[in-house]
Each structure stands twice: as C-alpha cells, then as structure tokens.
C-alpha cells in the first residue's frame, strides 16, 4: 500500500500524494514536483533545504532527529517544535494520513 500524504506548499496550496514506501520523504516531495524542496545537498543532512513541517499526529512515528539534523534546523529561522528534515525521514506505509507543510523561504 502506498501512503496518502498531504502537503501544502508555499503558497498554500494543498496536494495529495502517494509515493512508495522506501524512498525518503525529500525523494518523494521532489519527484512529485514540489520544487520549493531544493535539497542542495542531496540527502546528506547537511544543507536544511529540505525542511519540513510535521503534523503533531505523525510525529512520533518517526524517531528522533539525529543530533546532525537537529543543530541544521536550529540554522533555520523558521524551526518549530514539528521541524524535520524530509531527507532523513522514510516513507513507510505508517505514514497513510500525514500532512506536511513546507516552512516559508530562507
Ligand atoms: S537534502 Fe540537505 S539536509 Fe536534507
């Protein structure tokens, strides 16, 4: 089963997608288009393009950042308690329902 995931863009549009389970989150946002994700570095939890918001729900179910992913999000103005770097979360079917946001610019 493929997760239904919602996430709502930039400019507020919302849009659902279903990608694979094994491919990170920041994989699944670029090939759907979501361009806003520019993951500079690629997937190498070093350049914090690849921000997202987590809906408090789902949070849990991923583990907690890595002490690498959380000194990036600090670098970020717009860090929320529900701050996560899409490429170092996992798409898996316990994902059906999520809903992230990407944080504004910069
Ligand atoms: S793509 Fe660079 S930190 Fe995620």
Redesign the pocket.
Known sequence: MMPSITVTDQSGLQRTIHPASGTSL?EALRSAGFDEIL????????????HVYVDQEHLGVFGAPSADEDD?LDSSDHRQPNSR????LLVTEDLNGLSITIPPEG
């Open positions: 920041m993951a500079l570095c690629g997937g190498n939890c070093s350049c914090a393009t690849c990036l770097l899409s490429c170092q």
